[in-house]
């Protein structure tokens, strides 16, 4: 019986059946030039020359994040396996992402900077290789504690890192259909309510992931009416309360009734009035109050005598306040002062007069 690697594949688990099915696939594929030109560019580079895999050896000192990135996008597209059939492209590609991997990393890049090699290595204190892509989606507790570390802590893979980058964490290659890092905004979901059947809108920010569904659960059943109608209350709540408070507040407005002045007749406030009760003088327009019966011109003058009472009463405790601040002024630290406290016992107080006249006690107003 022929043994199992008579077929050209390889069992053992150190995954070397694999790659030889990968590259056996990549010798039928075809490639451009510019394809065969950046993996051979990229597999001339020293391992640890992040800078110069990416291309932006002559610029690393002034390079910004958003180039990084920039250069890693367009470096992985060309060197991608599932795109690039040259037979190098899998080597390359992985070289790409672990300059990016370092260089998109901010802790790492500066450890980089200063003393070179791999900040990864064991000989060098780093830590595991971590995802340069901090702030773009979940976070571990320590990273939210930290507030400076990278997004991930386990070690990924040179495809799920381009996964995460251009797919927001999505599987596929996908570089074309939105999401990762150059459209992964701040993203605001609205839910009506929950529930079987009711639509869940995100406006902006990557594409949200998906919750596994268990292949042997039974299927959904379609929402009732009832459920859509109970989803739909908070929205339709927030619509009506608006137009609610905006009708009680007309008809509150309107019941005021028409303006009045208390000093003396001004245009259009030329209608005299006199209350019987408190013998309050105020003035009408007289087109406000056209064909308005006894009734209406009585409930008038209770709200005129209110609103009078109120202003006298505000204007009395104003006397009042200047007046004590004038004795206060008055008495100094070690000597009064005659002329000021006469001023202050003479101090006319018109409202406070008006309101004693008419019988009001002060503490009603």
Request: glycine share 12%; aromatic share 10%; hydrophobic share 30%.
């Amino acid at each position: 019986m022929p043994s199992a690697t008579a077929s050209g594949a390889d069992a053992k688990p150190n995954g070397t059946a694999k790659s030889r099915d990968h590259n056996q696939g990549n010798q039928d594929r075809k490639y451009t030039v510019e394809q065969k030109s950046a993996v051979l560019r990229v597999r001339r580079c020293p391992p640890t020359a992040f800078y110069d895999i990416l291309g932006l050896e002559e610029v690393k000192t002034t390079v910004t994040d958003t180039e990084i990135k920039k250069a890693y996008r367009k470096l992985s597209l060309l060197t991608h396996p599932d795109k690039n059939g040259h037979e190098h492209a899998d080597e390359a590609f992985k070289m790409v992402s672990r300059a990016f991997g370092i260089l998109g990393d901010a802790e790492k890049r500066a450890k980089f900077d200063k003393y070179g090699g791999d900040p990864d290595s064991r000989f060098g204190g780093g830590t595991p290789q971590q995802s340069p892509f901090s702030g773009f989606g979940g976070r571990t507790p320590s990273s939210r504690a930290g507030g400076g570390a990278s997004m991930f802590e386990e070690e990924i893979s040179p495809e799920e890192m381009f996964n995460r980058f251009f797919g927001g964490g999505g599987g596929g290659f996908s570089p074309f259909g939105g999401g990762g890092v150059f459209d992964a905004g701040p993203q605001f979901v609205f839910n009506l309510g929950g529930g079987p059947g009711i639509r869940v809108h995100q406006f902006g920010g990557a594409r949200p992931r998906r919750r596994p569904r268990d292949p042997n659960a039974p299927p959904e059943p379609p929402a009732s009416l009832q459920t859509r109608l109970m989803g739909l209350l908070p929205l339709l709540f927030i619509l009506i309360l608006p137009i609610i408070s905006s009708l009680f507040s007309g008809s509150g407005s309107a019941a005021t009734g028409p303006s009045m002045r208390f000093d003396r007749a001004v245009p259009p406030h030329t209608l005299h009035r006199h209350t019987s009760r408190l013998k309050v003088d105020y003035y009408i327009n007289p087109t406000e109050v056209e064909n308005w019966s006894a009734s209406q011109f009585a409930k008038l003058d209770q709200r005129a005598e209110i609103n009078f009472v109120q202003r006298l009463g505000e204007e009395c405790h104003q006397e009042e306040v200047a007046k004590q601040q004038l004795y206060n002024e008055a008495q100094g630290w070690f000597f009064q002062d005659p002329e000021k406290m006469q001023r202050a016992r003479n101090m006319e107080m018109k409202s406070c007069r008006r309101l004693d006249s008419m019988g009001v006690a002060r503490s009603t107003y």
